[in-house]
């Protein structure tokens, strides 16, 4: 079946060490994104691909850094994690058709990382 | 800025009964969508309703939007104890950045068998 799929679920790391969480998809969405999803709070968008462009929120730290190397996988880089950092992260995607006005549809998330910070 | 916000943030029904939620946001928009989480899960794409319609149904579910008001709300018919979980509104605004979504805080829905 297509999905999102992101590894790992749980992840435990230390204060200050870099970790690096991986989302990977079977859909063929042109469209990949990452939210971070602190308890009883809505998912907040960190950036997004379209493509191969990257693009970034502005109000998202520094700290948190983005590749995607192919269609089929994206990664989110927290390079110096703080107690905040702590949270479910979450990949989407979607497919976004140009010129369509058909923007914004569906996004199909995967099941999300937990990011543990000691 | 957060877009949506939901009402109520916690819901409790009885199975059988119905559960409605309602969803008020700031800005013109694109269309507004409905999404459940279940607990520690990823989102799940429910329904989509664009900014020219008023009231669309998906099996159980039956959102309205009402753009005058800037409101939508999600009526669940026949709760089951499955149903149990978070549901969130977001928004697709209309030049607000490229392709994104803006989510509510959501409403906690928990369906007692």
């Known amino acids: 079946d297509a999905m999102v799929i992101q590894n790992p679920r749980y992840q435990v790391t230390q204060f200050g060490k870099p970790v690096t969480l991986s989302c990977s998809q079977t859909?063929?969405?042109?469209?990949m994104y990452w939210y971070q999803q602190k308890s009883s709070q809505a998912p907040k968008l960190l950036f997004h691909?379209?493509?191969?462009?990257?693009?970034n929120e502005a109000d998202t730290p520094d700290n948190f850094q983005s590749r995607r190397p192919n269609t089929s996988f994206c990664f989110l880089d927290i390079r110096s994690p703080g107690l905040g950092d702590a949270a479910m992260y979450l990949c989407?995607?979607?497919?976004?058709?140009?010129?369509?006005?058909?923007?914004?549809?569906?996004?199909?998330f995967g099941p999300g990382t937990r990011l543990l910070v000691l | 800025s957060q877009q949506g916000e939901e009402d109520p943030q916690a819901l409790s029904i009885q199975e059988g009964e119905n559960a409605t939620m309602n969803c008020s946001y700031k800005?013109?928009?694109?269309?507004l969508q409905w999404y459940r989480q279940n607990s520690g899960r990823g989102l799940v794409h429910l329904i989509l309703?664009?900014?020219?319609?008023r009231e669309k149904h998906s099996g159980r579910l039956r959102v309205t939007l009402d753009t005058s008001k800037k409101s939508s709300s999600l009526l669940i018919t026949a709760s089951r104890a499955a149903d149990t979980a978070s549901y969130f509104c977001?928004?697709?605004?209309?030049?607000?950045?490229?392709?994104?979504?803006?989510f509510g805080k959501g409403t906690k829905l928990s369906v007692i068998p």
């Open positions: 989407a995607t979607s497919r976004d058709s140009p010129g369509t006005g058909r923007y914004r549809e569906t996004q199909y």
């Open positions: 691909y379209y493509d191969k462009d990257f693009n």
């Open positions: 800005t013109s928009i694109n269309n």
């Open positions: 309703i664009r900014s020219n319609e």
């Open positions: 859909l063929n969405h042109n469209v």
């Open positions: 977001a928004t697709a605004t209309p030049g607000a950045g490229s392709y994104q979504l803006t």
